[in-house]
């Protein structure tokens, strides 16, 4: 997989506000997977997004993928002490090797 | 169903120690592979495997070997651990060709001494 680069590492946020994590690409990605992993657990898969411009909602999540295929977001809207954890993008092309980004670390306040 | 099976959870080894890192999974994926997890850096691939059979080198391979004799199992081998192997090891299979959900292991948390 292509190499993808999160920002920001870590984000801290009040209980009720929104979060927002960006990955990004210097080539055009085949498509892109987003997990969650919680402390101490391992990744859970959240959504694929294949298409360009794409937009994905899961409840108060918001998944979109870039007209160019280069960057993509995932947005939590009002969050809660549920959404902490390490959430990341992971990109791959047809030969199998997926490439994880870094991760955003999420922590809430009650 | 059980998903994807690592066994074991914890091991503290020594260094120029060798050992196996189990994973099942019973979901008939032909897809696995193993990352390692270590602050900072994400998850890393390490070696995978599309099929009974064929493995192939992932980001990084050197101290570990693989083998996938059937399609439930995917061994990772240490052969002489080094204190720089220390981390978090994941394996996860998923269905097919990629874009499938991949599902992970529980972990195993390997120290080395």
């Known amino acids: 997989g292509q190499q993808v680069m999160q920002i920001p590492q870590y984000q801290h946020v009040q209980e009720g506000e929104d979060f927002t994590t960006y990955c990004n690409s210097s080539?055009?990605?085949?498509?892109i997977q987003w997990y969650k992993q919680r402390p101490g657990g391992h990744p859970v898969f959240l959504i694929q997004?294949?298409?360009?411009?794409e937009v994905k909602k899961q409840k108060r999540l918001t998944f979109q993928f870039g007209e160019a295929k280069k960057n993509s977001s995932l947005h939590i809207t009002a969050t809660q002490t549920t959404d902490v954890g390490t959430y990341f993008c992971?990109?791959?092309?047809?030969?199998?090797?997926?490439?994880f980004g870094k991760g955003t670390l999420l922590t809430v306040n009650p | 169903n059980a998903g994807v099976t690592q066994t074991p959870k914890f091991q503290v080894l020594k260094t120029g120690q060798s050992m196996t890192l189990q994973c099942a999974q019973d979901?008939?994926?032909?897809?696995m592979s193993w990352y390692r997890q270590d602050p900072g850096m994400g998850l890393r691939l390490i070696h995978y495997?599309?099929?009974?059979?064929?493995?192939d080198q992932g980001e990084v391979p050197n101290g570990y070997n693989v083998s996938r004799s059937t399609t439930e199992d995917f061994p990772l081998r240490l052969l002489s651990a080094a204190p720089s192997q220390t981390s978090v090891y994941f394996c996860?299979?998923?269905?097919?060709?990629?874009?499938?959900?991949?599902?992970f292991g529980d972990g195993t948390r390997l120290s080395i001494l």
């Open positions: 495997s599309v099929g009974a059979g064929i493995t």
């Open positions: 997004l294949v298409k360009s411009g």
């Open positions: 992971v990109s791959g092309g047809s030969n199998y090797k997926l490439t």
């Open positions: 080539t055009t990605l085949s498509n």
């Open positions: 979901m008939n994926h032909e897809y």
């Open positions: 996860a299979s998923s269905r097919g060709r990629f874009g499938q959900p991949q599902h």
